[in-house]
C-alpha cells in the first residue's frame, strides 16, 4: 500500500483548487446581451471612449446587419459617430476586435430602457511595429505575441503542481518504507 505524505496532499489539492472553476469548466456558453438603442429619424448616434473615458477619434466604425456590413463610419475628434438610415432590428457595432450587439428601434416602439444614443468604450491598444520589447506586445505576455490568457495559465499550474505531487511521491517511496531485519 502507497502512504501519502503532506507535501503529495497539499500538491494534489493544490492541483484541483486550480483547475476548479476555470472558463474550461463552465456550464455552458455566456449568454451576450444586446443594447436597445431607440433611432431618431432612423439615426444613431454614439461616442467611442477609451477605459479613462477619454474620447477615441478617427477609430473605424462598422454596423452589420445579418453578416453585412451596412455602414462605416470614423469617429471624429469628439470621439462621435452618426449613422443614418437605418431600420429596426438586431444589429452588430464592431469597433476594431470588438462587437457590440444592439437592437434598433423606432422612436414609438422602443422599450423604456432604450438608450437614445450609444457609448463604446474600447480597451485595445494601438501597436505599431512588430518589435517585442518590454511593452512591445502591447499587453503582458509570457511569449512575444502570445497574449496568456487566465484559464491557460491555471490549466499549466494545474499540470505542473500535479507533475510535482507525482515526482515528489516517487521520491519518498524509499524514506517510508522501513529497512528489513
Same mark, same amino acid.
Given at each position: 500500500?502507497?502512504?501519502?505524505?503532506? #507535501?503529495?496532499?497539499?500538491?494534489?489539492?493544490?492541483?484541483?483548487?486550480?483547475?476548479?472553476?476555470?472558463?474550461?469548466? /463552465?456550464? %455552458?456558453?455566456?449568454?451576450? +446581451?444586446?443594447? =436597445?438603442?431607440?433611432?431618431?429619424?432612423?439615426?444613431?448616434?454614439?461616442?467611442?471612449?477609451?477605459?479613462?473615458?477619454?474620447?477615441?477619434?478617427?477609430?473605424? !466604425?462598422?454596423? !452589420?446587419?445579418?453578416?453585412?456590413?451596412?455602414?462605416?463610419?470614423?469617429?471624429?475628434? #469628439?470621439?462621435?459617430?452618426?449613422? +443614418?438610415?437605418?431600420?429596426?432590428? /438586431?444589429?452588430? !457595432?464592431?469597433?476594431?476586435?470588438?462587437?457590440?450587439?444592439? +437592437?434598433?428601434?423606432?422612436?414609438?416602439?422602443?422599450?423604456?430602457?432604450?438608450?437614445?444614443?450609444?457609448?463604446?468604450?474600447?480597451?485595445?491598444?494601438?501597436?505599431? %511595429?512588430?518589435?517585442?520589447?518590454?511593452? /512591445?506586445?502591447?499587453?503582458?505576455?509570457?511569449?512575444?505575441?502570445?497574449?496568456?490568457?487566465?484559464?491557460?495559465?491555471?490549466? !499549466?499550474?494545474?499540470?505542473?503542481?500535479?507533475?510535482?505531487?507525482?515526482?515528489?511521491?516517487? %521520491? =519518498? =517511496? =524509499?524514506?517510508?518504507?522501513?529497512?528489513?531485519?
Amino acid at each position: 500500500m502507497r502512504k501519502y505524505s503532506l #507535501k503529495n496532499a497539499i500538491c494534489l489539492t493544490l492541483a484541483a483548487v486550480m483547475s476548479v472553476g476555470t472558463p474550461l469548466m /463552465g456550464a %455552458g456558453p455566456l449568454e451576450i +446581451r444586446s443594447t =436597445d438603442v431607440a433611432l431618431r429619424g432612423g439615426q444613431l448616434t454614439g461616442r467611442v471612449l477609451n477605459t479613462e473615458a477619454q474620447p477615441v477619434a478617427k477609430l473605424p !466604425i462598422q454596423l !452589420i446587419h445579418e453578416d453585412t456590413v451596412i455602414a462605416t463610419v470614423t469617429s471624429d475628434e #469628439k470621439g462621435e459617430f452618426a449613422v +443614418r438610415g437605418l431600420r429596426s432590428g /438586431g444589429h452588430v !457595432i464592431r469597433i476594431g476586435s470588438n462587437q457590440h450587439p444592439v +437592437r434598433f428601434w423606432g422612436a414609438q416602439a422602443a422599450p423604456p430602457a432604450a438608450a437614445s444614443n450609444i457609448s463604446i468604450v474600447v480597451d485595445e491598444q494601438v501597436v505599431r %511595429g512588430q518589435g517585442c520589447g518590454d511593452d /512591445g506586445c502591447g499587453e503582458s505576455s509570457g511569449l512575444c505575441g502570445v497574449p496568456m490568457n487566465p484559464a491557460a495559465l491555471l490549466l !499549466i499550474g494545474g499540470a505542473t503542481a500535479a507533475t510535482l505531487a507525482i515526482t515528489l511521491n516517487d %521520491g =519518498d =517511496d =524509499d524514506a517510508s518504507i522501513p529497512a528489513s531485519p
